[in-house]
């Protein structure tokens, strides 16, 4: 047994709220708790993120020509049509060209706040032999 687990993935940005309305509504997460510079949500598959308030924080680019260790979300789907939509709806902006060079699998984005995301296309299920 681990003497501790994943709590929760801490997001700082400069607004908190912005970033907490992009990903209950992207995520459709419930809200668990806010604070003055915190809110909490918990995803149907039990990740828990929070954006922080940090009036100092810069968004994080990608890519980084240094090649730095920084953290982005991975989010994963079956079709590309909804969740570009979605994202760019909610305040998402893609971080790259629809036709850049690179594996069509994966789409580069930031959330309103300026954090990197990735959606990364999950290839359907080979059917069943024999």
Same mark, same amino acid.
């Not at 607004?15 to 509504?25: H, Q, T």
């Not at 995520?27 to 940090?54: F, H, K, M, Q, Y």
């Not at 810069?58 to 890519?63: A, D, E, I």
């Given at each position: 047994?681990?003497?501790?687990? &994943?709590? +929760?993935? &801490?997001?700082?940005?400069?607004?908190?709220?912005?970033?907490?309305?992009?990903? @209950?509504?992207?995520?459709?997460?419930?809200?668990?708790?806010? =604070?003055?510079?915190? +809110?909490?949500? /918990?995803?149907?598959? !039990?990740? /828990?993120?929070? #954006?922080?308030? *940090?009036?100092?924080?810069?968004?994080? !680019?990608?890519? %980084?020509?240094?090649? =730095?260790?920084?953290?982005?979300?991975?989010?994963?789907? %079956?079709?590309?049509?909804?969740?570009?939509?979605? =994202? &760019?709806?909610?305040?998402?902006?893609?971080?790259?060209?629809? *036709?850049?060079? !690179?594996? =069509?699998?994966?789409?580069?984005?930031? *959330?309103?706040?300026?954090?990197?995301?990735?959606?990364? /296309?999950? #290839?359907?299920?080979?059917? @069943?032999? !024999?």
């Amino acid at each position: 047994m681990p003497l501790v687990t &994943v709590g +929760v993935v &801490v997001l700082d940005c400069a607004e908190p709220e912005r970033l907490a309305r992009f990903c @209950k509504e992207f995520l459709e997460a419930e809200e668990t708790e806010e =604070s003055a510079n915190r +809110v909490e949500l /918990r995803t149907g598959d !039990g990740i /828990r993120l929070a #954006p922080r308030r *940090d009036t100092d924080a810069t968004p994080p !680019g990608r890519p %980084r020509p240094e090649n =730095s260790l920084q953290a982005h979300l991975d989010f994963a789907w %079956r079709t590309w049509t909804r969740p570009n939509a979605a =994202s &760019v709806s909610l305040g998402g902006r893609p971080t790259e060209a629809e *036709d850049a060079p !690179g594996p =069509s699998e994966e789409r580069a984005f930031a *959330d309103p706040t300026g954090h990197s995301f990735t959606l990364r /296309r999950i #290839p359907p299920p080979a059917p @069943k032999r !024999g």
